[in-house]
């Protein structure tokens, strides 16, 4: 069976090739630097392109064991892991993160970067290859003599693209452990799956569609609570798998919980089938919780089994969908939605906010995203 859900929803697909690191700011002092103009950089300047390009990994040890014994220590070096203490350890050290700066890390790859005492880490993508830029101090003091932002003097440097910013607080536990290392530059693939999750609501990797749901209850939730969710879930996409016809398994759902405050409820599913109902069960709750005025309805070919689905709502249809269309509901809405706000569930916001100009009008956009009051016209508000 196959079904265009994941681009009728625009759901991101996220390359399996793809990697991640984290860099550090020089205590935080070039945090404001990186995130305002959009750009990493890297110490030891006279590790030039041009001498990583051209010359041997030996010779290059040389020169940076030639400057190293003739200046102080670079502050991003202090306490670094990659530093075995000997003097040929930390030749290696700076040789190998600058290596990764110019030649491991691809454009595609994750990069995030915490300010002073990681209170905030912006995580971005890094969309442009090593390029050197000189007098960028001057220029900039020179241009903005009395900026309050510490302008990084380093010439090696990476053209970035920011995704999110989030503050300590709201960093997952899982994730954090990462940031225990004192690696100028180091590489966080081990935690790739926080980070994801951490940057999309709802994405596919691989086979795997991944969907996570927030659970704001100032107390986390009990075994009770936990339960029932479990079973309006469960209960909520059968009803959405019975009515496109598609083989529905709870046990084909993979789980993983964090039950903290706020706490994370993660659902993978196989893409070709138990995540395209998780795909339609995280649709219909954004809309139930948000107040949407957005629908999903689909098409079956008998003839090969494969599903065509189409966003609508109450004012503009979908082009090319003027034929009759089986339109999706969900039971028990009112229940639902009870439920949802008693424990403060945030389903993806991006089920919504992905939704663009070519699939749905900005109106459209709006209106699902546009909030109103639980009451008990809920349950003719939305599919």
Same mark, same amino acid.
């Given at each position: ?10 759901? $991101? ?17 070039? *945090? ?91 995580? /971005? ?27 990084? $003097? ?29 690696? /100028? ?17 709802? *994405? ?13 209850? $100032? ?52 893409? /070709? ?51 009759? /269309? ?35 009008? $900005? ?21």
């Amino acid at each position: 069976m196959e079904s265009n859900i994941l681009e009728i929803l625009n759901i $991101p697909n996220i390359s399996s090739q793809r990697h991640y690191w984290i860099i550090r700011t020089n205590s935080g002092d070039y *945090y404001d630097d990186f995130i305002l103009h959009q750009y990493i950089s890297i110490a030891w300047d006279y590790v030039t392109l041009n001498i990583l390009n051209n010359q041997t990994e030996e010779a290059i040890k040389r020169l940076i064991e030639v400057y190293e014994n003739s200046s102080s220590t670079n502050p991003d070096d202090e306490d670094d892991d990659d530093d075995d203490g000997s003097a040929k350890g930390k030749i290696t050290a700076i040789y190998n993160k600058i290596t990764r700066f110019v030649f491991e890390i691809q454009k595609g790859d994750i990069i995030l970067i915490p300010s002073k005492n990681s209170d905030k880490i912006t995580i /971005a993508e890094v969309i442009g290859d090593a390029y050197e830029t000189q007098n960028y101090v001057e220029d900039y003091l020179k241009n903005d003599p009395e900026t309050e932002i510490r302008p990084c $003097p380093y010439q090696k440097r990476r053209r970035i693209k920011s995704l999110k910013t989030i503050s300590k607080s709201e960093m997952d536990i899982y994730l954090a452990k990462g940031f225990n290392s004192q690696h /100028a530059l180091s590489n966080m693939d081990e935690y790739s799956s926080f980070i994801d999750r951490t940057i999309y609501s709802i *994405y596919s990797k691989g086979d795997k569609l991944h969907t996570t749901m927030h659970a704001g209850h $100032p107390n986390g939730l009990t075994l009770k609570e936990l339960v029932e969710l479990s079973t309006s879930l469960d209960e909520s996409a059968k009803f959405l798998a019975e009515q496109c016809g598609i083989p529905y398994d709870p046990s084909d759902i993979e789980v993983k919980l964090n039950i903290h405050s706020p706490g994370i409820i993660e659902l993978i599913g196989c893409i /070709a089938v138990s995540g395209v109902v998780l795909s339609l069960l995280m649709f219909s709750l954004n809309n139930l919780i948000n107040g949407g005025k957005l629908s999903i309805s689909l098409k079956n070919d008998s003839e090969t089994g494969n599903i065509d689905f189409a966003v609508n709502s109450e004012s503009d249809g979908i082009k090319g969908h003027q034929e009759k /269309a089986e339109k999706l509901e969900l039971k028990k809405k009112t229940e639902l939605l009870q439920m949802m706000n008693d424990l403060d569930i945030k389903s993806p916001e991006i089920i919504s906010s992905i939704l663009n100009g070519e699939k749905v009008t $900005p109106t459209m956009i709006a209106d699902a995203q546009s909030h109103q009051k639980l009451s008990s016209e809920a349950e003719d508000v939305v599919e």
